[in-house]
């Protein structure tokens, strides 16, 4: 019985490590900046992550055979290090990368004296491993509210909670009717008399601290992350921004407000549009000043 099992966790790890997706991103000789032409390469290669449930990333330094040690492992984790930050900028969560290690040299090995250079090039490069969550057993599902189960009604709390004065700091609004278009962080035109209505009661009720959380679409295959008009992978923050700058305009004090990114992190499921989507939560609220 035991062998049967060893044998059945040799073929989960196999299949596992055949599910892996790489990339590999290549420098010019004593640099860690990293070449323009391999940034489009790297932002493509991410943008097609967007499907995949990531498990965990690993990232690995290397150098061509010239150079100290000591120097090559220096230069092997700088360039590790870019490839982390640019994945983090371009909206991979950051715990995700469990290893970010520079390797020093790659041996050079030699078939043709005329390859040299080539082989030296491909060499000074960074490999990138994306494992995929392994499949976990389905738990038995506790029963969902109405509102979970109907992703286009309001949370626990609405606005109305706020007109009310019934809010607290950890409750949390999503702004139902606000709706973002996909790839964009501004609103669609159906929204905007929701969002002024929503403005002029935050001016009224001055005494709530909060912080805005913009979230981008969560469903398979989507693209909702690039901001086409930036062209930036920071679309979640760019939709709390887009709010954060409204809301300052309408007369709201910047100081009663934070906003933040929070990628795809929280899917409402049903239809797309419920997870291009605003929530407020609330930080802070002061004693009526009357």
Known sequence: MNKVLFILFLVTISVYSQNEITHDVYFDTDKYNVPLTEENRLLLFISELDSVDIGKVSIYGFTDDRGTRAY????????????????????????????????????????????????????????????????????????????????????????????????????KIRLDKIYFKTNYSYITTESRKTLEN???????????????????????????????????????????????????????????????????????GGAPKFDRRVEILITYVAKNKS
């Not at 995929?132 to 109305?160: F, Q, V």
């Not at 002029?200 to 992350?225: N, P, W």
């Not at 004090?253 to 990628?263: I, N, P, T």
């Open 72 to 171: 090559n492992l220096d230069l092997s984790q700088n360039r590790a290090d870019a490839i982390k930050e640019m994945f983090a900028g371009y909206g991979i969560n950051p715990d995700l990368i469990t290893n970010v290690d520079g390797k020093g040299i790659i041996l050079l090995k030699v078939l043709n004296e005329n390859e040299i250079n080539k082989i030296r090039g491909l060499n000074r490069k960074v490999e990138i491993i994306v494992s995929p969550k392994l499949p976990e057993k389905k738990e038995r599902k506790n029963k969902t509210t109405e509102a979970e189960e109907k992703p286009g009604k309001t949370l626990e709390k609405t606005i109305e909670d706020l007109t009310n004065g019934t809010l607290k700091k950890g409750d």
């Open 198 to 268: 929503i403005a002029e009661i935050l001016v009224k009720h001055d005494t709530v601290y909060f912080t805005i959380q913009g979230h981008v679409c969560c469903t398979q295959m989507s693209r909702d992350a690039i901001d086409k008009k930036t062209k930036k992978r920071n679309l979640s923050v760019a939709r709390a921004h887009y709010i954060y700058d409204y809301l300052a305009r309408k007369g709201v004090d910047k100081r009663r407000m934070k906003y933040v990114g929070l990628r795809r992190k929280f899917p409402l």
